[in-house]
T-cell receptor
Framework: GAGVSQTPSNKVTEKGKYVELRCDPI?????LYWYRQSLGQGPEFLIY????????DSGLPNDRFFAVRPEGSVSTLKIQRTERGDSAVYLC???????????FGPGTRLLVL | QQQVKQSPQSLIVQKGGISIINCAYE??????FPWYQQFPGKGPALLIA?????SEKKEGRFTISFNKSAKQFSLHIMDSQPGDSATYFC???????????FGEGTQLTVNP
């Protein structure tokens, strides 16, 4: 079956612009996670959805970052007023409810010039 | 705050050798410890995982050793192959479905 997909695979934007990153989880997975991975580092947690609601958003670095999952499936990570320090790979993962295994997508590589 | 520390940062082994990667954690509330493998341009993929009620888990050539009292766990790759060359991350979480806290990663190179 299809795994987690993320679009776009690469995004180049200018400082100050707004970007949206999309995640399509594995069908039927109720839990969805966003992580950010800087070069040479491990992924860092951003936000976790259980269904449509954000169960834990404590990893969002500031109020420029926001994520939604309106129908409990696809999720969008939104970044306002992008800064060069936002450049990273943004990873999405999903899991079936109550399961431990998180399945990761290939990531979106964001470059802010 | 770094709650999971991983070493070494990089590791080079010969084909057929044993690769050993170590991790230490701080928070005793962690109760799930997975290892992920990541190839360039790909997302992390679960390799093997353990819970603290067992001291060792083996799946094929991959073994996790867990020392609860020392708050340490390690990944052993037996008979390492060039195809194992990748970045490996240890991680930890508090309970089912919660966030993963990752180590810094180990870049493994297996020479032919």
């Amino acid at each position: 079956g299809a795994g987690v997909s993320q679009t776009p695979s690469n995004k180049v934007t200018e400082k100050g612009k707004y970007v949206e990153l999309r995640c399509d989880p594995i069908s039927g997975h109720t839990a969805l996670y966003w992580y950010r991975q800087s070069l040479g580092q491990g992924p860092e947690f951003l936000i976790y959805f259980q269904g449509t609601g954000a169960a834990d958003d404590s990893g969002l670095p500031n109020d420029r970052f926001f994520a939604v999952r309106p129908e409990g499936s696809v999720s969008t990570l939104k970044i306002q007023r992008t800064e060069r320090g936002d450049s990273a790979v943004y990873l999405c993962a999903s899991s079936s409810g109550g399961a431990e295994t998180q399945y990761f997508g290939p990531g979106t590589r964001l470059l802010v010039l | 705050q770094q709650q999971v520390k991983q070493s070494p940062q990089s590791l080079i082994v010969q084909k057929g050798g044993i690769s050993i990667i170590n991790c230490a954690y701080e928070n005793t509330a962690f109760d799930y410890f997975p290892w992920y493998q990541q190839f360039p341009g790909k997302g992390p993929a679960l390799l093997i995982a353990i819970r603290p009620d067992v001291s060792e888990k083996k799946e094929g050539r991959f073994t996790i050793s867990f020392n609860k009292s020392a708050k340490q766990f390690s990944l052993h790759i037996m008979d390492s192959q060039p195809g194992d060359s990748a970045t490996y991350f240890c991680a930890a979480s508090f309970d089912r479905g919660s966030r993963l806290t990752f180590g810094e990663g180990t870049q493994l190179t297996v020479n032919p």
